[in-house]
């Protein structure tokens, strides 16, 4: 059975860097990609980058300057590191996995709330 | 970025109704679209892939169609636990992009 889960600070300051952490069972990343996807509260999907089964990543150019993704294989853990957070970065994140192009699984999402 | 077009953003019906979700893409994504089910405080779930492959454990009900830039999704007999937004996403091409969502209702 496929799980992933984001954990991370539900909370961040503006101008602060955001940390997330997606913890996957059941589901090997050095066979597939783990994506991560954000949803302002009550507004629609954005995706916002990828690692690939080799490890090498893709991201959303509107957030490339900010955006940093990676993984400890060794711990089924996949990270997104944000920079610079405004305002506009509050969203649920998710975690999501792809095996053949579309996102099959999801994990439950975390709120991330920028504010002083 | 391919731009997805989703229409209607909302939609009430009847149950036991068919219902129809359209999504445009703003190019040809030769058939490469998956449809989702989002629950309110849920994460979005697959319901459709490769436009028209229904996902394991998902009702019959539910079907996909389409081709080139246009795609939808049908709904048959609509019922309670149907209440949801429904989005498409293509997968043609990164960034993968998403409609904007129809949220469904029962009237």
């Known amino acids: 059975q496929v799980q992933l889960k984001e954990s991370g600070p539900g909370l961040v300051q503006p101008s602060q860097t955001l940390s997330l952490t997606c913890t996957v069972s059941g589901f090997s990343l050095t066979s597939n990609s783990v994506h991560w996807v954000r949803q302002p509260p009550g507004k629609g999907l954005e995706w916002v980058g990828a690692i690939w089964s080799g490890g090498s990543t893709d991201y959303n150019s509107a957030l490339k300057s900010r955006l940093s993704i990676s993984r400890d294989t060794s711990k089924s853990q996949v990270f997104l590191k944000m920079n610079s957070l405004q305002t506009e970065d509050t969203a649920i994140y998710f975690c999501t996995g792809i095996t053949l192009g579309w996102f099959a699984y999801w994990g439950q999402g975390t709120l991330v709330t920028v504010s002083s | 970025d391919i731009r997805m077009t989703q229409s209607p953003a909302s939609l009430s019906a009847s149950l036991g109704e068919t219902v129809n979700i359209e999504c445009l893409a703003s190019e040809d994504i030769y058939s490469d679209l998956a449809w989702y089910q989002q629950k309110p405080g849920k994460s979005p779930q697959l319901l459709i892939y490769?436009?028209?492959s229904l996902q394991n454990g998902v009702p019959s009900r539910f079907s996909g169609s389409g081709s080139g830039t246009q795609y939808s999704l049908k709904i048959n007999s609509l019922q309670s636990e149907d209440v949801a937004t429904y989005f498409c996403?293509?997968?043609?091409?990164?960034?993968?992009?998403f409609g904007s969502g129809t949220k469904l209702e029962i009237k």
């Open positions: 996403q293509q997968y043609n091409n990164y960034p993968l992009t």
């Open positions: 490769n436009a028209n």
